[in-house]
């Protein structure tokens, strides 16, 4: 039997609810039929330039709507897009480049620095800037009328912790059951509208704009995070959702002040990692409706999310496994682990990728995909989430969490930001070490915080060593990157 097929999900939506509100950006706005009309204009370009159906077209483009129009378009199209890390490198872009084949990059002028290196590194790919694009002649825009939930959609690039990363493939069914998955989670209301501070190269963007489509609701787009200008969107377009991780509540937190959130805002979506149980607490206090979810990229966004009831009963969790999908605990020998036992997360569901671009299917043979992360069950089937498996530190034969250690030390009035890792140590193998960017004006010392973690941590969790530095490495969803943090080790040393 053939894979299942679903309408053009744009087209169909332009023909259900044309007059709806998709889109805000910067005093402008834009109606579901508007887009249609955008996405269709892009695409007789695409087809202008001679871009063919079925190919890869990778795209390094910053949050805007022209970047929307594009990524609609190539869909369109039934074009396969390589979303791009617009924080990379160029030698970085290339090598994603050139392992995906892609016929064209589509981009902007803002990068055309970037453009050019890439340009004499990728002889076999056609530069076009997205202004030029818009300046082409009309092709003629064949549309997809109908996309195969098997076939792909888009590919992203997991940054991996050693040697080159590796391009996930996405398909219009794993994206179609994300949405799914996540509106049988969190509910559908007609006013609801998602604001997007995260980029749209990065599955937490990216999915915001196919749920919006496929919902029929609104997205409030900004080109990055401002804490002070999500807090005035949220009142001016009655936000109702919006995607964050733990440093961009931190900020908003603060921004608030002695204010809340308007009573119509319903859900705080928290990824990226373990949240600090401070950090939980204090929304609790702010009645700040944090829902908590764990997902990647190999599951086009989040697949376990806490579900409105549980926000304060289970706090720290990520929740249960959204309806389409299943999860997993592995412990350390290959058998399935008991409640409350730590072990390696495998999920499985519509919304987990096929593989990886050129590798062999990453699943075993019941579907199961190995994540790479640590986390156990409580009794009633709830995940908590420790961390990456490769950010574990091993002391002494115990284990050290660096993300419970980031918790405590994040908790310290003084502390803005914190990043912990392990390094090696002759008598117990590794101990763990803390970079600590302190708030303006703090003279908070080594010994402040060493004393503060030990009021809170066993004492092989407690930092032993405290760098102080103006800034941690980030990824473009603000993930910390604790790989990169042996440099700032070695600068300091």
């Known amino acids: 039997m053939d894979a299942q ?5 744009l087209k169909k939506r332009a023909d259900l609810t044309p007059d709806r509100t998709a889109l805000y950006f910067s005093g402008k706005s834009y109606t579901f039929k508007e887009l249609y009309i955008e996405a269709l204009k892009t695409a007789a370009k695409i087809a202008g330039v001679k871009i063919e159906t079925g190919s890869y077209v990778a795209v390094l483009l910053k949050n805007h709507p022209d970047t929307v129009f594009i990524l609609l378009a190539l869909q369109m199209r039934g074009i396969k897009t390589v979303i791009l890390n617009n924080r990379l490198s160029a030698q970085e872009l290339s090598w994603q480049i050139s392992d995906s084949g892609s016929a064209f990059l589509i981009t902007e002028e803002s990068f055309s620095h970037t453009a050019d290196e890439i340009s004499k590194k990728t002889d076999k790919t056609a530069v076009i800037t997205k202004e030029q694009l818009f300046e082409r002649k009309d092709g003629d825009a064949q549309i997809v009328d109908e996309f195969s939930l098997a076939d792909v959609c888009t590919i992203m690039y997991t940054s991996g912790t050693t040697g080159h990363p590796k391009g996930v493939v996405q398909t219009y069914g794993n994206h179609w059951w994300s949405a799914v998955g996540s509106a049988l989670n969190l509910g559908l209301m007609d006013q609801d509208c998602w604001l997007c501070a995260v980029p749209l190269f990065h599955i937490s963007g990216y999915s915001i704009l196919i749920r919006s489509i496929i919902y029929g609701i609104p ?25 964050v991780v733990s440093v961009m509540l931190v900020n908003l937190i603060e921004a608030l002040h002695e204010n809340t959130l308007p009573a119509s805002f319903r ?6 990692g373990p949240a600090p149980l401070p950090l939980l607490e204090k929304c609790k206090k702010k009645a700040i409706p944090v829902y908590q979810t764990y997902g990647m990229t190999e599951t086009a966004s989040q697949i376990v999310t806490l579900a409105p009831e549980y926000s304060l ?5 990520a929740g249960k496994p959204l309806f389409p999908s299943q999860l997993k605990i592995v412990d350390f020998l290959g058998n399935e682990a008991a409640p409350k036992e730590e072990g390696e997360i495998f999920v499985k569901g519509p919304n987990v990728t096929p593989g990886y671009l050129h590798h062999d299917s990453v699943m075993d043979g019941d579907g199961w995909l190995s994540t790479g992360d640590i986390g156990f069950l409580d009794d009633e089937g709830f995940l908590y989430v420790l961390d ?19 918790g405590i030390l994040l908790s310290h009035f003084e502390v803005s930001d914190a990043g ?12 763990p070490a803390a970079f600590v ?16 973690c030990r009021e809170k941590l066993a004492g092989y969790k407690v930092p032993k060593k405290v760098i102080f530095v103006d800034g941690l490495p980030r990824n473009a969803a603000n993930k910390l990157l604790r790989r990169e943090l042996p440099k700032l080790l070695r600068k300091g040393e």
């Open 420 to 431: 912990v890792i392990g390094i090696d140590d002759s008598k117990w193998g590794q101990v």
């Open 313 to 317: 009963t289970k706090l720290g969790s």
């Open 388 to 406: 990456r498996r490769s950010d574990l530190i091993i002391s002494g034969g115990e284990n050290v969490y660096p993300a419970e250690v980031e």
């Open 267 to 272: 859900c705080m979506l928290l990824g990226g």
């Open 219 to 243: 997205i409030v787009l900004h080109e990055k995070f401002s804490a002070k200008r999500v807090l005035n969107d949220i009142s001016k377009f009655n936000v109702t959702i919006m995607s």
């Open 5 to 9: 097929r679903i309408p053009n999900w």
């Open 437 to 452: 960017v302190r708030k303006s004006g703090s003279k908070v010392t080594e010994d402040d915080l060493t004393a503060y």
